[in-house]
């Protein structure tokens, strides 16, 4: 074994170090770190802990299945072992529709309530790139626009994902090599969720079909489109409204792409569907005299001015 091998089995997280402080530049601890005790976020908080950013683990219960309460347990007894602290949160999440898209905005509302209670600035989270490449093909599904295929950034507000381009074997060699336990969720066998079919079938097909691993050129591109869409946001937001508030003309003047961009971001969230996007510029264009949107919010015409009222 040569010595910088020899290094490397002495210390599993010597090559992770710059890596992971390259990705962690500028945080201050502590930091809250989502753990549900799978490979991928013990991961996270082994390297967390191991850079000194004092992390906090949150193990979040959505309540869904049995024993999802003894894993909040072994969460807890990993952090004892990293010298971290812990605090398990339990969400509510009723059986229904969209399943997966409630129980993310569930446990992202809990894991914003444990950073504000702890006083950290971000939370980290364990997103791999093969987590990256499921997002965009659920979000072709879903047929969504350029900013949707543009997947996850590695930042954004206090939400941070220090290994978005770490593949998420490289996390579970690592916990192996820490000889940290994780846990296994059976719901990521469930292929009756979209994001686990991907991951067992459509992904593993299109691979093949390929003749190429798809995992890091979907994530490429998703960079790629991502850096191409905040370039496109931030002409929009300073295109319009702008100073002289949301005039219907100067909106209209815009090239559509900027103009439907400048719509999104004016209306917030919940944020506008195509459809609705298209019936703003209707209104704005005089083809229209005013539309209702979702989240109880209506946009009118008004003196040449964009209005928008809620409730």
Do not use: K
Request: hydrophobic content about 50%.
């Amino acid at each position: 074994m040569s010595e910088s091998a020899a290094a490397v089995a002495a210390d599993p997280l010597e090559p992770w170090r710059r890596r992971f402080a390259d990705a962690t530049r500028d945080l201050e601890p502590p930091a809250v770190v989502a753990c549900s005790g799978g490979a991928d976020s013990v991961a996270l908080l082994a390297l967390a802990a191991d850079a000194g950013l004092a992390p906090f683990a949150v193990h979040v219960d959505h309540g869904l299945r049995d024993g999802s309460r003894a894993e909040a347990e072994h969460v807890r007894r990993l952090t004892s072992r990293l010298g971290s602290r812990f605090q398990a949160a339990r969400v509510s999440v009723a059986p229904g529709p969209n399943l997966e898209a409630r129980a993310r905005d569930a446990r992202y509302a809990a894991l914003e309530r444990a950073r504000v209670d702890v006083g950290a600035g971000v939370v980290l989270v364990g997103h791999t790139a093969d987590d990256q490449a499921e997002t965009v093909l659920l979000n072709v599904l879903r047929g969504a626009a350029a900013s949707g295929l543009a997947g996850m950034s590695v930042r954004h507000g206090t939400v941070v994902r220090p290994l978005l381009d770490v593949r998420r074997a490289d996390t579970r060699a690592l916990c192996d090599a820490l000889e940290l336990p994780v846990i296994d969720d059976p719901m990521n066998e469930d292929r009756a969720f979209r994001r686990v079919a991907i991951r067992h079938d459509v992904l593993p097909y299109l691979s093949a079909l390929a003749e190429r691993d798809l995992v890091p050129v979907l994530a490429r591109q998703a960079d790629i489109l991502r850096t191409d869409s905040e370039f496109l946001d931030d002409l929009a937001a300073r295109a319009w409204p702008g100073s002289e508030g949301p005039r219907a003309a100067s909106l209209v003047a815009l090239p559509t792409p900027l103009a439907r961009r400048a719509v999104r971001q004016w209306l917030g969230a919940p944020p506008p569907t195509m459809a609705e996007v298209g019936r703003v510029l209707a209104v704005a264009a005089g083809r229209a005299r005013a539309t209702e949107l979702a989240g109880a919010r209506a946009v009118r015409r008004s003196a040449g001015i964009l209005l928008l009222s809620v409730g």
